[in-house]
């Protein structure tokens, strides 16, 4: 039996969160007090029980930011994690703390495994691997599980492209993908090879990859339609509630596919048969806790929250990164959540350095990770909505620069993706009935810049007529400034500097300063209108 987790991204309070009347909001939410307790349960009705997470577990919120992740490792090290992969938000801490985590030294004991992540020689040829490719367990009973770890290659721009490359620029580490995925699949191939070498009878991919769109070719439907010998892929990073989903193999064999979702809202359970049927279940809500996780987990929800739990304003609406499907609005379309941080930035580049000033102020919707509702808004709800301790930076580039950012920013729209730009001091439209016209992949990135601009119009900037020969000066994030997401076009820009200001503490001051502690309904109860998506 395989216990799994995927996309945690620290939400280790599910069982805490009241609503303004006291109430739990989920009394039976899960966290790893019940992840544990999970396991402990399984393995006294006599199975043989591990416990695998798919990555994307140290970053998220102010339970993992306030230490880099480091309390969360021991939580996971208690609740008795067997083995882990690397999702591309453990990278966000820098390629130092990223090593620290996946290092049983540090870790608590947890092996990581990734079979496509590997060094870069000085002459930039491939070097070794950074992690085993595969792991493998024995059961009580003598059958070999082997489990292959796989990155996803978007990881590069996914986090911050500057923590895989030297002071020079020069790329030092590398994640195999391959702009038709070949490379990707033969590294899994390879993997699956020696693990069946080592005398596996079930392998296991435990994968960063997920099956959105905007990840072809690396998603885990494609790895499994072009490699053999896989019995079961555990995914995470498309945040996709899947519980079993059969998916053919080069071969024609079923592989089964299964991934969680997020934040706990469910746990994975894979079970083999004696006769080597594989079933899986996600499970919602257990009553069981661990009381040693529980009581480490909340010691430190304590402790933070004891930080940052100062309420700096009240709010009449609530700003979401939701639409009504639940679905993640803030990456492809305006929400009240992205002009609300779109013009914190405006605002303080306009106010604290108005000798540069500022034309546009761009946010990447995969930057806005929560919801914060109506009523107190406190320190810990702007953290958890910006979790990267990113910082401000100012560029400046040209009208036709701005147009090429926001063609490929947009490229897969109404399709979510991570860089969809939330806006400030510009009025556009993205007219998704046209294709987007392809061209050469950005160097180091796993996005494609267009030949052409099809698909966006740009109306005003700073208020006045788009001239695609102006030069305008652009206030976004340091991981945009570096090439993050879609923007690679801004590392080449006339000028780029990071100003060193934490995002979420200009996003405080201009609730506290601008809106004075109130947000009224009329100011932000509806986006303001600056992007208009066309579609069919």
């Known amino acids: ?207 960063h990859l997920g099956v959105d769109p905007s990840s072809s070719p690396w998603t885990s439907r494609e790895v499994i339609a072009n490699t053999t010998g896989l019995d079961a892929f555990i995914d995470g990073h498309s945040h996709t509630k899947m519980a079993k989903e059969l998916v053919k193999d080069k071969d024609g064999k079923d592989v089964v596919l299964t991934q969680t979702g997020s934040y706990l809202k469910n746990v994975g359970v894979l079970t083999i048969d004696a006769d080597g049927n594989i079933d899986t279940e996600l499970l919602s809500e257990y009553n069981n806790v661990n009381t040693t996780v529980k009581a480490m987990q909340d010691k430190w929800i304590g402790q933070v929250d004891d930080k940052l739990g100062e309420v700096i304003a009240e709010s009449e609406i609530t700003f979401t990164d939701k639409d009504a499907n639940g679905d993640r609005a803030v990456r492809k379309q305006a929400t009240n959540m992205g002009d609300l941080n779109a013009d914190a930035y405006y605002w303080y580049i306009n106010n604290e350095y108005k000798s540069v000033g500022c034309d546009v102020a761009i946010m990447n919707g995969g930057g806005v990770r929560a919801t914060i509702e109506a009523g107190d808004i406190t320190k810990k709800d702007v953290n958890t909505v910006l979790p990267f301790g990113n910082t401000l930076s100012i560029i400046k580039i040209t009208g036709t620069e701005l147009l090429e950012v926001l063609e490929a920013s ?34 180091g990135t796993t996005y494609f810049a267009p030949k052409s601009i099809n698909r966006v119009t740009i109306k005003t900037v700073g208020g006045k007529d788009f001239d695609p020969a102006a030069t305008y000066t652009i206030a976004t994030n340091d991981f945009m400034a570096s090439g993050g997401d879609t923007y690679y076009r801004f590392v080449n820009a006339t000028a780029n500097y990071d100003l060193g200001i934490p995002m979420d503490e200009v996003v405080m001051d201009y609730i506290t300063t601008v809106l004075n502690g109130t947000v009224a309904a009329d100011k932000y109860g509806e986006p303001a209108g600056r992007i208009h998506v066309l579609v069919s």
Not at 134 to 153: C, D, E, H, Q, W
């Open 410 to 443: 947009t490229f897969c729209t109404p399709e979510a993706i991570g860089g969809f730009p939330q806006v400030s001091g510009i009025e556009f439209t993205v007219d998704t009935t046209k294709d987007y016209d392809q061209g050469d992949e950005y160097p």
């Open 1 to 207: 039996m395989i216990i799994y987790t995927n996309d945690v991204h620290t939400y280790i309070d599910n069982d805490t969160v009241k609503d303004k009347d006291g109430n739990l909001t989920q009394p039976n939410a899960l966290t790893y007090a019940h992840v544990a307790a999970l396991k402990e349960d399984k393995i006294k009705e006599g199975n043989d029980v591990l416990l695998v997470d798919a990555g994307d577990h140290i970053q998220g919120t102010a339970y993992g930011g306030m230490d880099q992740g480091a309390a969360i490792m021991s939580l996971m090290s208690a609740a008795g994690y067997n083995v882990a992969t690397l999702g591309n938000h453990e990278f966000d801490y820098g390629m130092e703390r990223a090593l620290a985590v996946s290092d049983m030294k540090n870790n608590g004991g947890i092996p990581y495994v990734s079979c496509n992540f590997y060094h870069v020689n000085a002459d930039g040829s491939r070097g070794d691997l950074v992690l085993s490719p595969y792991m493998v367990r024995t059961l009580s009973n003598g059958v070999k599980v082997a489990f292959v770890g796989i990155t996803t290659p978007e990881s590069f721009t996914k986090s911050t492209p500057k923590y895989f490359q030297d002071d020079n620029g020069n790329y030092i580490y590398g994640i195999s993908g391959g702009a038709d995925g070949q490379a990707l699949y033969a590294d899994v191939q390879a993997a699956i090879e020696n693990a069946k070498a080592a005398g596996a009878d079930y392998i296991i991919a435990l994968g």
